[in-house]
C-alpha cells in the first residue's frame, strides 16, 4: 500500500539534503574549500585588487581580514539573539561563524590594504605589490 505522507517526508528529506550539500560547497562553487559565506566579487580596478563581500547583520568589531602571501580570510560571526521566553514560529536567520578564504590574481602590498564597511558591506582595497607589477626592460 503506498502511502502518501510517506513519499512527502521522503521528498522533504531529499530537498533538505540538495539544500545542506549546496551550503555546504559540496559542488564546488566557490573559490576555496574553506566556505561559500560570504558571499563576494573580486574584481581589478587598475593596480588595485578589490574584494566586495555581503555581509549583513555583522557588526564591524566581529569582521577580521588577513592577508598572507596571495590568499585574503575574511573571517566573522553574527549573532541572532531572541527574548528568553520567546516563542519561535520559524526560524530562518540563523547565528554564523564564518571564515573564507580566496587565492589572490595578484601579489599584493599588505601594508597599504584599506578596508571598509558600510551599510553591511565590507570594501577591501589591496593595491598591487611593486615587485609583482610588470617590468620594462630596455634593449641594449
Do not use: C, W
Not at 590594504?113 to 558591506?121: C, H, P, S
Amino acid at each position: 500500500m503506498f502511502r502518501l505522507s510517506s513519499a512527502l517526508d521522503t521528498l522533504l528529506a531529499l530537498q533538505e539534503a540538495v539544500e545542506a550539500a549546496k551550503t555546504s560547497d559540496y559542488f564546488g562553487l566557490s573559490t576555496t574549500s574553506r566556505g561559500s559565506y560570504p558571499s563576494v566579487n573580486l574584481f581589478q580596478d587598475g593596480d588595485n585588487t578589490i574584494l566586495m563581500a555581503e555581509v549583513p547583520g555583522v557588526e564591524k568589531d566581529k569582521i577580521k581580514v588577513q592577508i598572507k602571501d596571495n590568499l585574503i580570510t575574511v573571517s566573522g560571526e553574527r549573532k541572532t539573539e531572541y527574548p528568553e521566553k520567546a516563542s519561535y514560529h520559524r526560524v530562518e536567520r540563523r547565528g554564523i561563524n564564518f571564515d573564507r578564504t580566496i587565492k589572490l590574481p595578484v601579489k599584493v602590498d599588505a601594508d597599504k590594504v584599506k578596508a571598509d564597511f558600510e551599510n553591511g558591506i565590507l570594501k577591501v582595497v589591496m593595491p598591487r605589490a611593486e615587485s609583482d607589477k610588470p617590468k620594462m626592460i630596455s634593449i641594449n
